[in-house]
């Protein structure tokens, strides 16, 4: 999709053709210098590894990794990922994961941002200590988390048992029904403040005239945000929800260090479950089966994302 | 909570009353906020300075009896066992991010650049294919990228986590550079090539530093992304000397797993120089999104 419009846009702007073309990169020759650091190291460190995955995905190689040893098996990796029962659990986790965690922190973020919009006192260290969390390595973060829901002195459970909410702590983690919950409770705590800061930033492109027109007008507040502020966030807002989906997509730390995808599956993800095919089982053929799957949904949304990030080109060409 | 609500229109007019309804819900909300970010990093703090005897009670002392840094003072003594690896831990971080840094920046600017400027046949098509690499998980390239780094003789050594992070950095350092070039006016560059520098004087003397806070925002993000990455240091590495924090912690304490005091003071530890450089620095981050990323 991208090369298409890629080479109808170097069209639209050489006109006369092959020829014309080829002297064009020639022209610009230093041009590229420019860049080739920055694509040299892409495509050593993704071209060749898609290259590779999607060859490893149609044989079965050896659990040493032994490449020279591996026999050609055609589709047979991907059948026995969809006639698995596990894809479909996994997928589903994957699907609550994702939605529910970008989802609630791009709400909880936007909303954040909205109430440290306006100047009081003491509202450069709040901003600051809403961010700290998405700044400490998700190792850590995990730990913690761990710690506070730990099924014999964890922090939660014992003030539940306090109030007298509960008769003794609740196992969070180790429960097939709560575990998957509990961890996208840690992933919010990590990822609304990105959410935060974006909002943050584009809230402060919303031309202030704007808005004080539309209160002389006689504009409630709700109505100043819905009519004024959200039409010129939406761009940044559908960038933001498409990073932290593909971020939630891709999470790996917190479910692995919490719970490694326990227990009987409840908290595997994608990636988590990709991980343990591929270095816990050593069966190389799948996980790269699966690699390429998840490729092919992430290229889906990658179209989207692209096309929000050229509409804010498009924009910026204009204006 | 209800008091407030119930408090809040007296004496004033029904206009202000409304706009007040909006003000504390979202003084209300922010609390809310606050308790939901501090209260699990406080509790590692006070669980930090608790004796492991301490920690394991139940109900849990909100407030140790008996304060101490034992675990702290364990952790940074480089006499004792655990002190020497924390401490090479630290270093091996330290050292791999900040070259991860260094590089990304080096790498990044120059491709900002000229993603901004020069207007290169096939530009928008290698704009986009840097952008699409953040959709894609470390784990996807794991395998492949295992036998690369074998075949490159990498395994083991800090250079394969240098080379893999400086991919991550790089897009987003890309586009939020890209978008504080196209801000900054050509006729500055043109004024100063007309007084004679050359493309390469223009572009160190006049861009380089308007975009200042950009490179900042840039380096602080690849820092942070490099000092927190696990995934690849975990597949990556297997020498106990040459692990980075994250996976030395969890490599520690897989073996030890009721120290929740040392635990928790190891995360902190872990976490203190990214938030300081990131709570010192984080203006300019905010002013590249906005200026950069954001901007319409």
Known sequence: MTIVTGKAEARRILQPGKSGLLRKIWEHRADYAYVLPAIAVMLIVIAYPIYYTIELSFFKTPPG?????????????????????????VTWNTLIWTVGSTFISFVLGFAA??????????????????????????????????????????????????????????????????????????????EFPFAMIMMMAGLQTVPEQLL?????????????????????????????????AVANFNSFIIPWIMTGGGPSNASHIWITHIYELAFGRQLWGVASAYSVLLFLILMTLGYFYVRALSGNERKEGSA | MSTIVETAPRGQTRRRMRVDGWRWAGRIFLVFMLLYTALPMIWMLITSIKSGFAAMQFPPQWWPDQPTLASYQKLL??????????????????????VTTILSVIVAVPAAYAFSRFSFPGRNFLFFSVLLRNMFPAVIFLVPLF??????????????????????????????????????????????????????????????????????????????????????????????????????????????????????????????????????????????????????
Not at chain 1, 70 to 83: M, P, Q, R
Not at chain 2, 77 to 98: A, H, I
Not at chain 2, 155 to 162: D, P, Y
Request: hydrophobic share 50%; aromatic share 14%.
């Open chain 1, 65 to 89: 990794l032994q490449l020279r040893d591996k026999t050609f098996i055609g589709f047979d990796n991907y059948t026995t990922i969809l006639a698995s029962r596990v894809f479909w659990k």
């Open chain 1, 113 to 190: 941002a909205l109430a440290l919009h306006r100047d009081f006192i003491g509202r450069g260290v709040l901003r600051a200590v809403l961010i700290v969390p998405w700044v400490i390595s998700a190792v850590a973060a995990s730990y913690i988390w761990r710690w506070i829901y730990h099924s014999d002195f964890g922090i939660i459970g014992a003030v539940l048992v306090g109030l007298g909410l509960a008769d003794r702590p609740p196992n969070f983690i180790d429960s097939v029904s709560t575990v998957l919950p509990s961890l996208i409770v840690v992933n919010i705590w990590r």
């Open chain 1, 212 to 244: 004080s027109a539309a209160k002389v007008d006689g504009a409630s507040a709700w109505q100043r945000f819905w009519h004024v502020t959200f039409p010129h966030l939406r761009n940044v807002s559908t960038v933001t929800i498409l990073l932290l």
């Open chain 2, 77 to 98: 003594d480089p006499q004792n066992s655990v002190g020497q690896d924390f401490l090479r831990f630290f270093w091996n971080s330290l050292f791999v991010s900040t």
């Open chain 2, 147 to 296: 036998i690369l780094m074998r075949v490159l003789g990498l395994v083991n050594t800090h250079g394969s986590l240098i080379l893999t992070y400086l991919t991550f950095g790089l897009p987003l350092a890309i586009w939020l550079l890209k978008g504080f070039y196209d801000n900054i006016p050509v006729q500055l560059e043109q004024a100063a090539r007309i007084d004679g520098a050359t493309r390469f004087q223009a572009f160190i003397l006049i861009v380089m530093p308007l975009s200042t806070p950009g490179i900042i925002a840039t380096a602080i993000y690849s820092f942070i992304g490099a000092w927190n990455e696990y995934i690849y240091a975990y597949t990556f590495l297997s020498k106990n000397d040459q692990l980075t924090l994250p996976v030395g912690i969890q490599r520690f304490f897989s073996e030890n797993t009721t120290d929740f005091p040392g635990l928790m003071a190891a995360s902190f530890m872990m976490s203190v120089p990214v938030v300081v450089l990131f709570l010192v620095l984080q203006r300019y981050f905010v002013r590249a999104l906005t200026e950069g990323a954001v901007k319409h």
